[in-house]
């Protein structure tokens, strides 16, 4: 269910270092301001096509033709966006009937989250490209029309004149949490999604992750740990029992993640020769004994 409204707070700092909170609110736009957004995403595609500004359609033609993106990276997303949903079930239902232990569901949802981040890397590229089409830049315009147009402060005036007043401040602290307001009323957007994905609901139902969703040990919670069950902190270097930075064979290293340099013998430089002692004559004994 779509609200048609939502309030959030934004702390601003001056100049001079003073701080303050503005309070604002989106409304849900009504079909004048819709109308008028459709309208203003119509001039900016047309303009980006004037400007031969790609589609997204121009563009996988393109990438293919360059051997960006071709059949085997289709093939490869589909396997990959396949094989995260067999594991999903696997992780939901058991295999084979059978009662699984955590450990096995643990091994599952680390898999998973390899998967995604392998189906990220894959169509990464693709899609920082899609960003700079005529399709998206025009899509963008539109919802920043709506943004301009539908985010008042607490007292119903509003933040924005126009469009061109709300792209020029729209990498301000007001213009960011209005767009992201905007964005979970219309497009449902969730803030929670990571935590909401299945394998880190497992990880969290048995507590084997933390609030940021890094792995810990069951056994000791504020320990991190890899996909392997090592010790780790938290730039990811491994630790020994007494929390101090070693390598994967248990090699001691400095607070930076160097190897530290024992002591070692300077055997280049000359050693220094020893001084010649002289004996004293007897006429210098009985000198020195008056």
Same mark, same amino acid.
């Given at each position: 269910?779509?609200?048609?409204?939502?309030?959030?707070?934004?702390?601003?700092?001056?100049?001079?270092?003073?701080?303050?909170?503005?309070?604002?609110?989106?409304?849900?736009?009504?079909?004048?301001?819709?109308?008028?957004?459709?309208?203003?995403?119509?001039?900016?595609?047309?303009?980006?096509?004037?400007?031969?500004?790609?589609?997204?359609?121009?563009?996988?033609?393109?990438?293919?033709?360059?051997?960006?993106?071709?059949?085997?990276?289709?093939?490869?997303?589909?396997?990959?966006?396949?094989?995260?949903?067999?594991?999903?079930?696997?992780?939901?239902?058991?295999?084979?009937?059978?009662?699984?232990?955590?450990?096995?569901?643990?091994?599952?949802?680390?898999?998973?989250?390899?998967?995604?981040?392998?189906?990220?890397?894959?169509?990464?590229?693709?899609?920082?490209?899609?960003?700079?089409?005529?399709?998206?830049?025009?899509?963008?315009?539109?919802?920043?029309?709506?943004?301009?147009?539908?985010?008042?402060?607490?007292?119903?005036?509003?933040?924005?004149?126009?469009?061109?007043?709300?792209?020029?401040?729209?990498?301000?602290?007001?213009?960011?949490?209005?767009?992201?307001?905007?964005?979970?009323?219309?497009?449902?957007?969730?803030?929670?999604?990571?935590?909401?994905?299945?394998?880190?609901?497992?990880?969290?139902?048995?507590?084997?992750?933390?609030?940021?969703?890094?792995?810990?040990?069951?056994?000791?919670?504020?320990?991190?740990?890899?996909?392997? +069950?090592? %010790?780790? $902190?938290?730039? =990811?270097?491994? &630790?020994? #029992? @007494? +929390?101090? %930075?070693? $390598?994967?064979? =248990?090699?001691? &290293?400095? #607070? @930076? +993640?160097?190897?530290?340099?024992?002591?070692?013998?300077?055997?280049?430089? @000359?050693?220094?020769?020893?001084?010649?002692?002289?004996?004293?004559?007897?006429?210098?004994?009985?000198?020195?004994?008056?």
């Amino acid at each position: 269910m779509i609200k048609n409204k939502m309030e959030g707070k934004v702390t601003i700092e001056a100049e001079n270092g003073e701080k303050r909170e503005v309070e604002i609110y989106v409304q849900k736009p009504n079909n004048d301001i819709v109308k008028k957004a459709d309208r203003h995403k119509s001039k900016v595609w047309n303009q980006c096509i004037q400007d031969e500004i790609l589609t997204k359609k121009e563009l996988a033609v393109l990438m293919r033709k360059r051997g960006i993106w071709d059949d085997k990276k289709d093939k490869e997303e589909e396997e990959i966006t396949q094989a995260i949903v067999n594991l999903e079930k696997e992780l939901s239902f058991g295999k084979n009937g059978k009662k699984p232990k955590v450990s096995e569901g643990r091994d599952i949802a680390v898999e998973i989250r390899r998967k995604r981040s392998d189906l990220r890397d894959l169509i990464a590229e693709r899609i920082g490209l899609e960003e700079n089409t005529a399709d998206s830049l025009a899509d963008n315009a539109r919802f920043d029309f709506l943004v301009a147009h539908c985010t008042f402060y607490k007292d119903g005036k509003p933040v924005y004149k126009d469009y061109d007043e709300y792209n020029n401040k729209s990498a301000d602290e007001v213009a960011f949490e209005a767009a992201s307001l905007l964005g979970k009323m219309l497009y449902n957007l969730d803030s929670n999604f990571e935590k909401n994905l299945p394998e880190n609901k497992f990880l969290t139902k048995f507590n084997l992750v933390n609030d940021d969703l890094s792995l810990v040990d069951p056994n000791n919670p504020e320990h991190l740990i890899d996909t392997k +069950g090592k %010790r780790i $902190d938290e730039d =990811g270097y491994y &630790l020994d #029992e @007494d +929390g101090n %930075r070693v $390598d994967r064979e =248990g090699n001691k &290293l400095s #607070e @930076d +993640g160097s190897y530290e340099i024992v002591e070692y013998e300077n055997d280049l430089l @000359d050693k220094p020769k020893p001084r010649r002692r002289t004996r004293k004559t007897k006429t210098e004994e009985t000198d020195t004994e008056s």
